[in-house]
């Protein structure tokens, strides 16, 4: 089993339209994960950077959702012009993209109500 410095889970979960929680990836192309997986692999990142298809990930109010292990980052709202900005500074700078980032009180919401 290889470790990885950065998995990253894309959220690929698609609900039919009009779901109260909505759903990270409407299309159903899972698009996001396509451009992470691709993006990866031209930047020289693998073998120990992997992008995962993800079911849903519980934080769709605030998709489309991506969390990157073992750091524990959860990035909301990504879009694919954020992929190439992830990668840069989180994964290849250790940075955390602010814009982007879930705060941990943002999280797990819906199971508390
Ligand atoms: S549909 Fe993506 S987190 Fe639930």
């Not at 990142?45 to 990157?68: F, K, M, S, W, Y």
Request: with cysteine; glycine share 8%; hydrophobic share 35%.
């Amino acid at each position: 089993m290889p470790s990885f410095s950065h998995h990253i889970f894309v959220c690929c979960n698609q609900r039919e339209p009009g779901h109260s929680r909505g759903c990270c990836d409407p299309e159903g192309a899972e698009a996001l994960r396509s451009k992470f997986k691709a993006a990866v692999k031209s930047k020289g990142l693998t073998p120990l950077v992997r992008a995962n298809h993800a079911g849903c990930l519980d934080q769709c109010e605030l998709g489309p959702c991506v969390v990157i292990y073992p750091q524990e980052i959860w990035y909301g709202g990504v879009q694919l012009s954020d992929v190439d900005r992830i990668l840069e500074e989180t994964v290849v700078h250790g940075r955390v993209v602010e814009d982007l980032l879930l705060d941990p009180d943002q999280l797990n919401q819906k199971s508390k109500s």
